[in-house]
């Protein structure tokens, strides 16, 4: 017999995805976009969206999704 055997039970390994090691990243994680940070074209959209609500903030003139009295 040679090696080292680990035997855990089942609520040990439950209880160790709740431990703060088990939700905090590794340091030195590669940055990949849409899997280890963002995708690009979702911080694409959220700048366009961004952009969208500060323009019809700028004009307060018409608004189409009001309803007349």
Sequence with gaps: LAGTHI???R???LECKNSPAARTPPC???QTPGVTSLA???LV???ELKERNESEEAM???QPWAVAP
């Design 7 to 9: 035997i855990c039970d």
């Design 11 to 13: 609520k040990f390994l």
């Design 28 to 30: 030195c994680l590669p």
């Design 40 to 42: 690009q074209s979702s």
């Design 45 to 47: 959209k959220l700048e």
């Design 60 to 62: 307060p003139g018409e």
